[in-house]
């Protein structure tokens, strides 16, 4: 929840797939960028010019990795098995939500755009516990929506 100073606590911050939390998940990060593209020439004198070029934004997430929750029961929120079945093994593209979806009020901010699941990796440490990253690529518009309650 937002703080008086207006800084936010970064557990109000997730990934949503198609809605739906990642399960477990302990980090969220949204890069957004701005290509350039090079337009330096001879009458340069010897400074590199650019102009714009293309955006694009990706997403990662780190998330505890579990088949059941803490009672043994199928897990309600998006797991890794269901991100692989459901979006790398049918090729499928779907609706990413980076922000807070649950939460409603002045300023809440979230980005949603059309994804692609890039990458995974899971990491199994000794006497620790499992994790995995998961990785999205954005296709097209990234949506910004700003919450005026």
Same mark, same amino acid.
């Given at each position: 929840?937002?703080?008086?100073?207006?800084?936010?606590?970064?557990?109000?911050?997730?990934?949503?797939?198609?809605?739906?939390?990642?399960?477990?998940?302990?980090?969220?990060?949204?890069?957004?960028?701005?290509?350039?593209?090079?337009?330096?020439?001879?009458?340069?004198?010897?400074?590199?010019?650019?102009?714009?070029?293309?955006?694009?934004?990706?997403?990662?997430?780190?998330?505890?990795?579990?088949?059941?929750?803490?009672?043994? #029961? !199928?897990?309600? %929120?998006?797991?890794?098995? $269901?991100?692989? +079945?459901?979006? @790398?093994?049918?090729?499928? =593209?779907?609706? *990413?939500?980076?922000?807070?979806?649950?939460?409603?009020?002045?300023?809440?901010?979230?980005?949603?755009?059309?994804?692609?699941?890039? #990458? !995974?990796?899971? %990491?199994?440490?000794?006497? $620790?516990?499992? +994790?995995?990253? @998961?990785?999205?690529?954005? =296709?097209?518009? *990234?949506?910004?929506?700003?919450?005026?309650?």
């Amino acid at each position: 929840m937002a703080a008086s100073d207006g800084q936010l606590n970064g557990t109000e911050l997730g990934v949503y797939i198609g809605g739906v939390l990642v399960a477990y998940s302990t980090n969220a990060t949204i890069n957004i960028n701005h290509g350039t593209r090079s337009t330096s020439n001879k009458e340069s004198a010897g400074w590199e010019e650019s102009a714009e070029a293309y955006r694009s934004w990706d997403v990662s997430c780190d998330a505890l990795y579990a088949w059941l929750d803490p009672a043994g #029961s !199928a897990i309600s %929120n998006t797991t890794l098995s $269901d991100m692989f +079945t459901a979006y @790398v093994y049918t090729r499928a =593209s779907f609706t *990413l939500t980076w922000g807070n979806t649950e939460s409603a009020g002045d300023g809440w901010t979230k980005y949603v755009g059309t994804a692609w699941m890039t #990458s !995974a990796s899971i %990491n199994g440490p000794n006497e $620790d516990t499992a +994790t995995f990253t @998961v990785n999205f690529q954005g =296709s097209g518009d *990234l949506t910004q929506t700003i919450d005026a309650a």
